[in-house]
């Protein structure tokens, strides 16, 4: 469970890139007000830090948050106390009864666990549907094909105040992955410590993935943002309700 947002990298995270989850808070919040779950659990896959936990929690609802991250988890424990959190993979966990799952920024699109497949995936999806009380919703966002130009190799850095990150991505069009090669520098004491990882993802068609979840007997609807927050380039959103 430490081979990925290692501490450092999961404060880094925390700290210097919290704008997804802060900014599709509201419009998720609207989302779930306008399907009638104004309350109950709410289960949140690849939870991170709790960022979006402590949200729900400020708008009254249980819940449980699910991540691989060891050390965002900690975070996450820390930030919301009233919530409940697991160590353990989002495709593997037992998803309680609720009103509610939710699964923001592409996370479902990470092969973090080994296991992760188009299979397993599929059926995740039937696992939340059986999950859920009737009108309950499935709200989350999956990373395309087309993250980077075909063929070509970018690079980018962003930086805080105690920490740097760099980040090389490379798409494989055939095999439908995206590659990102982090190096993170996070300053402890006098001096700067360098950690690196390697995060691979599998990129879904949206098309694909609404085929699937109305299959297993969702309702569906695509989403290119979260209320104002639009979502970047080549990702989509999604509402899937139970209606029964």
């Not at 081979?3 to 609207?30: M, Q, R, T």
């Not at 009380?133 to 993250?147: L, N, Y």
């Not at 990102?180 to 691979?200: L, M, P, Q, V």
Request: overall charge negative.
């Amino acid at each position: 469970m430490q081979e990925w947002y290692k501490e450092d990298l999961a404060y880094i995270h925390d700290v210097g890139h919290s704008d997804f989850a802060l900014k599709s808070a509201p419009g998720i919040l609207e989302i779930l007000t306008q399907n009638k779950v104004r309350n109950g659990l709410v289960v949140d896959l690849g939870c991170g830090s709790g960022l979006w936990a402590q949200e729900l929690s400020k708008a009254d609802y249980h819940v449980l948050g699910i991540d691989i991250s060891e050390p965002l988890i900690a975070i996450a424990r820390t930030r919301v106390p009233d919530a409940e959190f697991r160590v353990e993979s989002l495709f593997k966990t037992d998803i309680p009864p609720c009103n509610a799952v939710t699964s923001i920024g592409e996370c479902l699109n990470y092969l973090f666990d080994p296991d992760n497949n188009w299979q397993t995936l599929t059926q995740l999806f039937l696992r939340v549907y059986s999950a859920l009380t009737p009108g309950g919703v499935f709200v989350f966002d999956i990373a395309e094909p087309g993250q980077v130009v075909q063929g070509n190799l970018t690079k980018g850095f962003s930086q805080g105040e105690d920490w740097v990150v760099l980040v090389e991505k490379e798409e494989n069009p055939n095999l439908q992955t995206l590659t990102r090669r982090i190096t993170s520098f996070r300053k402890i004491g006098e001096y700067y410590r360098r950690a690196d990882e390697i995060h691979c993802l599998q990129l879904y068609k949206s098309t694909d993935i609404a085929r699937e979840l109305r299959r297993v007997g969702f309702q569906v609807s695509k989403m290119s943002s979260y209320g104002s927050y639009h979502l970047p380039k080549a990702h989509t959103a999604f509402l899937a309700r139970k209606l029964v």
